[in-house]
C-alpha cells in the first residue's frame, strides 16, 4: 500500500460564533500538540476564518486551515460568493467541493461541483471532493454508480499532476444526521469502489497515492475501527468536530491506525 498520511478535517458547518469558534480551536490546538501522524484541518464559517487562522498562527499549529466552499470565477459581481483569492488571502489551505448539503439542500450539480474543484486545484490549495449517495439511491443498489459517476465527473479534465493536492470524502448521505451509521465494512467498500474508480482514471499506482476518508456522522467510538480498513484513511467529521475533546480523540484515532497500516 502506498504511503497515505491520514487526514481529518472538522467541518463546522454554519455552526460556532467567534467567541465559541476560537475557544473551540484553541481546544484543538491544545489537544493536537503532541500528537503526530495525522494531517488535522478545521473549516470554519467564512466570517470567522481570519480569526480562526489567526488562532492557528500565534500558537504555532500545524493544524491547516480550510474553508466550506469557494466559487470558481476570480472575481466580478456574483453576489454572496469568495473566490479562491478570497480565500488564499485569508490563509486559507484546504477548500471542501461538493459536499452533501451543498448538492442536496443547495443543488449544486456535477459539472458545478467540477469547475470549484479544477479551481482550488489549479489554485495550489488542497481540494477535498465530497462523494457518496442517497438512502434511496442505496436502497436501490445503486451506490457504486452514484459515486463513480460523482468521482468520474468531479475530477473532469483534471490531470495526475494535481492529484497529490486532492482527497476524496466518502459521504453517505443516508448516515448524515439521521442516527443511522455505515459499518466499517459498508464504509471499506464504498472506498474500495471510488478508489478503484479513481484507478480507472490516473492508474493504480497515482489511485494508490490519494487519500479516500469517511464523512458520514463519524464518532469517536467508532473512529479506531473504520480508521482501521485499509482504504480508509481518515474522516471528515461534523457534528463531533463542535467538541474539541472529541475531534482529538478521532485525530488520535487516524493517527494510531496510519502507524499500525
Known amino acids: ?65 480550510g474553508a466550506q466552499d469557494v466559487y470558481f470565477q476570480n472575481d466580478g459581481a456574483f453576489t454572496g460568493e469568495v473566490s479562491l483569492a478570497m480565500q488564499k488571502d485569508c490563509g486559507v489551505q484546504q477548500v471542501l467541493v461538493g459536499h452533501s448539503e451543498r448538492r442536496h439542500v443547495l443543488g449544486e450539480k456535477d459539472e458545478l461541483i467540477n469547475k470549484k474543484l479544477r479551481t482550488v486545484l489549479e489554485g495550489g490549495l488542497v481540494g477535498v471532493l465530497c462523494v457518496g449517495e442517497t438512502l434511496d439511491e442505496r436502497l436501490a443498489g445503486h451506490q457504486d454508480i452514484v459515486c463513480s459517476r460523482q468521482v468520474r465527473t468531479g475530477l473532469a479534465e483534471i490531470p495526475g499532476s494535481m492529484i497529490d493536492r486532492l482527497v476524496v470524502a466518502y459521504e453517505p448521505v443516508w448516515a448524515i444526521g439521521t442516527g443511522k451509521t455505515a459499518t466499517p465494512q459498508d464504509a471499506q467498500d464504498a472506498h474500495a469502489q471510488i478508489r478503484s474508480q479513481l484507478s480507472r482514471l490516473y492508474g493504480a499506482e497515482l ?55
Open 1 to 65: 500500500m502506498a504511503e497515505r498520511k491520514p487526514f481529518v478535517g472538522g467541518n463546522w458547518k454554519m455552526n460556532t460564533n467567534r467567541t465559541s469558534g476560537s475557544d473551540l480551536a484553541r481546544g484543538v490546538v491544545d489537544g493536537l500538540l503532541t500528537v503526530d501522524g495525522v494531517e488535522a484541518a478545521v473549516f470554519p464559517p467564512f466570517p470567522y476564518l481570519l480569526t480562526i487562522r489567526s488562532i492557528l498562527r500565534d500558537r504555532g499549529s500545524s493544524v491547516r486551515l
Open 207 to 261: 489511485a494508490a497515492r490519494i487519500r479516500i476518508i469517511y464523512g458520514g456522522s463519524l464518532k469517536p467510538d467508532l473512529a479506531a475501527d473504520m480508521f482501521a480498513q485499509p482504504d480508509i484513511d481518515g474522516g471528515l467529521v461534523g457534528g463531533a468536530s463542535l467538541n474539541a475533546g472529541d475531534f482529538v480523540a478521532i485525530c488520535k484515532a487516524a493517527a494510531a491506525a496510519g502507524k499500525s497500516k
